[in-house]
């Protein structure tokens, strides 16, 4: 019991944070978690009714008030729906660090945070030794999405079709990438983030082009990291400040006047997470990090706000459909929905909404893996209204959408790609380059 009143009095940190929620249950009908099992307890209202009871000691452990902590999408649709602003994401992920605290980290979690994701290093280096031997595992389907399934049966992937581990990972590509070029005086860092590194280099590729199109200097630190999210969002506070820290000194090198990335987690973490859950470090530090903070943007806000990529008139028009699926953590959190649109329509595409199109794909980072016939059923709504749009291609701004969005259609047979929106205007960047050198006489 002393064990739970000590837990209780860190809980009280959140108290103010808590006393804003006037339990409306607004959360209700944002919440797709609560769309599937109509359980209070799934629904925001409900997670902070339990949070309450640690602050008020009515609970005499806390792992079950944690297991309902960490069965949340940390999409954000509750707080973007709040009539209260009511920051449920931040209150979440504080109260898990709090238990995580008093519980500690499972053994696998310790190894795969403390050790492995906290070294960028070491992580780059076990990647790649495991990716030759994905085949053994896993067979490639004969689709558009590209996914493999599993050659075993086993409880963790016997339902999956995964996006496979890339040989040619963009981390080994190259050093530290550093140019200046003539042009608009822009020089970009680009922050690329785990997902695109490892399982879709070419969309890496495709920033760099585009940056390259228009002449702006480029800065890619070698030996990037993840941003932090997975570990904060099992409660390793430690973890994620060493990867925030380990990042403001590597982008703080030269001077930039945007840090871009090209997936709306890692935009959405450095942006809102870094600061918000950030509060010992150095001074100097905190001040560089505040500074790259205001200086992170997704790629199609850069493109459309800064270079002004836009369909203009007389464009030929590609009669193919792009739908496009909004990521929570772009548009929820950081209002960014109609750049990656007007870069689509500027690739020459008709776009085409979905029903729904801003409604979480069901992925949640390692809510997938611990709830994934959950995650299933929220995603095959999605494939769904993706399906029912008739479209050739279905592009979204997050890796880890593209992951879950390809399972969804894999699982549906559905005749459809998955691309970034980066992809799609890089493919007409080639074309153009193509046309204008092999134009006839």
Not at 9 to 24: G, I, N, S, Y
Not at 80 to 104: D, E, M, Q, W
Not at 133 to 162: D, I, W, Y
Request: hydrophobic letters at 40%; one cysteine or more; charged letters at 20%.
């Amino acid at each position: 019991m002393d064990e739970m009143h000590a837990l209780a009095q860190e809980v009280r940190q959140l108290e103010d944070k808590l006393a804003v929620c006037t339990r409306c249950g607004m959360c209700q009908a944002q919440c797709p978690i609560f769309k599937q099992t109509r359980q209070e307890s799934d629904v925001s209202r409900g997670k902070l009714a339990l949070i309450n009871g640690l602050l008020d000691q009515m609970f005499d452990q806390a792992q079950g008030v944690n297991d309902r902590l960490l069965r949340c999408l940390l999409c954000g649709s509750c707080a973007h729906a709040c009539p209260s602003s009511v920051n449920t994401v931040h209150i979440f992920l504080k109260a898990r660090a709090i238990i995580t605290k008093y519980l500690g980290l499972s053994f696998a979690k310790k190894i795969i945070f403390k050790k492995i994701l906290s070294d960028p290093a070491l992580f780059h280096s076990l990647s790649g030794l495991v990716t030759p031997f994905q085949n053994l595992l896993f067979k490639p389907e004969k689709n558009l999405q590209g996914t493999s399934c599993a050659r075993v049966v086993s409880p963790l992937f016997r339902h999956r079709h995964m996006v496979s581990l890339k040989a040619d990972a963009f981390n080994r590509s190259f050093e530290d990438f550093d140019t200046i070029e003539p042009g608009p005086n822009v020089r970009v860092a680009f922050f690329v983030g785990c997902l695109i590194d490892k399982a879709y280099p070419h969309i890496a590729h495709d920033v760099v082009q585009v940056l390259n199109h228009y002449k702006a200097g480029i800065y890619i630190p070698s030996n990037q990291g993840c941003c932090g999210i997975p570990a904060l969002a099992s409660g390793d506070t430690a973890t994620f400040a060493k990867l925030v820290e380990y990042h403001v000194n590597l982008f703080s090198r030269h001077k930039i006047d945007y840090l871009v990335t090209a997936c709306a987690t890692c935009s959405s973490t450095i942006i809102k997470l870094w600061p918000a859950f950030i509060k010992n470090m150095d001074k100097g530090l905190c001040k560089k990090m505040e500074a790259l903070v205001e200086k992170t943007v997704d790629i199609s806000w850069l493109l459309e706000k800064r270079f002004g990529v836009c369909q203009k008139p007389g464009d030929l028009k590609n009669e193919k459909v792009v739908t496009y699926h909004d990521p929570c953590h772009l548009r929820k959190t950081l209002d960014v929905f109609e750049e990656p649109r007007q870069v689509i329509k500027a690739s020459g595409y008709t776009l085409k909404d979905m029903s729904d199109c801003d409604r979480c794909c069901g992925m949640g980072g390692s809510f997938n893996l611990a709830y994934y016939e959950m995650s299933a059923q929220i995603g095959e709504e999605k494939a769904k209204n993706i399906i029912d749009t008739g479209c050739s291609t279905v592009a979204t701004s997050c890796p880890a959408c593209m992951m879950q969005i390809s399972d969804m259609l894999a699982r549906q047979k559905a005749n459809m790609h998955v691309k970034h929106p980066v992809e799609l205007f890089a493919e007409k960047i080639k074309s153009e380059s193509i046309n204008k050198n092999y134009q006839l006489p």
